[in-house]
Every structure is written in C-alpha cells, then in structure tokens.
C-alpha cells in the first residue's frame, strides 16, 4: 500500500523568504502526486498535479514541484511567499491503476509572518 | 464558478441519532467523494461514488452508509451518531477522466455529544 509523510507539521516563514514544505512517499508502483491548499475555513484546492512527463510542475500562484522519483519525494517550494499563502497543504498519491484512491498526507500549516 | 455546496458548516447532534450530510455539485462531475478531516491525519475516505447509485467503500466506513439518487446530490448518513464521530466532514467531486477529488465543499463541523 502506498503512503505519504510530510515531516513538518507546521513551518513558520517570513514575507517575501522562499520556502520548501517537504513531501515523501512510498509505493512499489508508479504513482501520481498532487499538492492541496486548505485556506483558513474553507475546503480543498487542487494546487498542482504531477501525472506524467515533466517532473517540474507549477501552479498559477507561483509555486512549484519537482517529482523525483529516486528519491520518493515531491517537495513544494515558492521563492517568495505572501501573507495570502497562509494556509494548511497537503501533499497526495495515488497509484496509477484503472482506479485507487487518493491517499493524503497528514498537512504542514504553512505560517507566513508579516 | 463551480460549486460544491455541502448544507451545513456546522453541526451538533446527539449521540445515537441518525444524521444525514448533504453535498451538492453543479458541474455534472460522475464522482463523488466524502472525506473526514482530523488533526495529524490528513483526508481519510469515507465512500467513494462513481456513478448514480453506484458506490465504493473508503478507508473508514464503518458506521458510515452514503445515498446517490440524482448525479449532482451525494448524501454521507450517520446511522447512529458516536461521539468518535465528532470530526470535519469534506464532500468533494471530479469527472470521469479524473480520480481524484477536483472541487471540495467547504465543509461541515460536526459535534456529537
């Protein structure tokens, strides 16, 4: 069965620094990955999806994510955050079957102070 | 703008009551998903439908049933509401193409006590 770590829980950063929020995963077959952003009181958006081809995959906000799949990982990075980038994300795999389900990371609440 | 429109962002039942969990999508998407939310444990599938009155156990559904009658409505039904139910629920929806959750509702806050 697959699986996902994110080994922050919560990372603390100041406007306009570059940030990385960390994603692991493991899965004896290939995968599909995916970033979601919880804003504050609100439900889930799909940030980014990595699903074939570039491993370099970017959102409209500014972030980006890199597969790499010697190493199980799919980090998020941004090199400049804004306050409005607040929020819970979640990283998630799912194998590349007819069908299996998404499974989710636990979150790392991304901080962002002014 | 597409909507997941989920009828309640807060909840407080009784334990042992039946509760009933709305979800309405307006894009025509063919699935449908519930999810719960908890601290430290990410998104935790519920039950997953792919079609009208089709659907497919999650991670978590003991205690859990789901109703899909009309493509755009997805029901989550606590047969009989724990306190360990307590937790954030999340509906979401996507197309065929696509198995994984795509528009999230905002979600509902349910309190069992």
Redesign the interface.
């Known amino acids: 069965a697959q699986s996902?770590t994110q080994l922050d829980?919560q990372v603390p950063v100041f406007e306009e620094a570059p940030v990385e929020l960390r994603c692991n995963y493991s899965s004896s077959v290939s995968v599909?990955l995916?970033w979601y952003v919880q804003y504050p009181?609100?439900?889930?958006?799909?940030l980014l999806?990595y699903l074939s081809g570039s491993t370099l995959v970017e959102s409209i906000n500014g972030f980006e994510a890199e597969f790499n799949k010697s190493q199980t990982s799919f980090h998020l990075r941004k090199p400049s955050v804004h306050i409005s980038d607040t929020a819970e994300y979640?990283c998630?795999v799912?194998r590349k079957t007819s069908?299996?389900?998404?499974i989710?990371?636990?979150?790392t609440s991304l901080s962002v102070i002014p | 703008d597409v909507k997941?429109t989920q009828s309640s962002r807060y909840l407080v039942k009784r334990t042992g009551e039946k509760v009933f969990l709305e979800c309405v999508q307006d894009m025509d998407h063919e699935n449908m998903f519930w999810y719960r939310q908890d601290p430290?444990?990410?998104?935790?599938?519920i039950y997953?439908s792919y079609d009208v009155k089709m659907k497919e156990k999650?991670?978590i559904p003991e205690g859990y049933s789901v109703s899909r009658e009309k493509k755009e409505r997805f029901s989550l039904i606590l047969e009989s509401a724990s306190t360990n139910q307590t937790s954030m629920y999340?509906c979401?929806s996507s197309y065929t193409g696509s198995?994984?959750?795509?528009?999230?509702?905002?979600?509902t806050r349910l309190s069992i006590l």
């Open positions: 996902v829980s599909y995916f009181n609100q439900g889930l958006q799909l999806k979640f998630a799912s069908y299996d389900k998404v989710f990371g636990p979150g | 997941v430290g444990l990410g998104l935790r599938l997953f999650g991670d999340l979401a198995l994984w959750p795509q528009h999230f509702g905002d979600g």
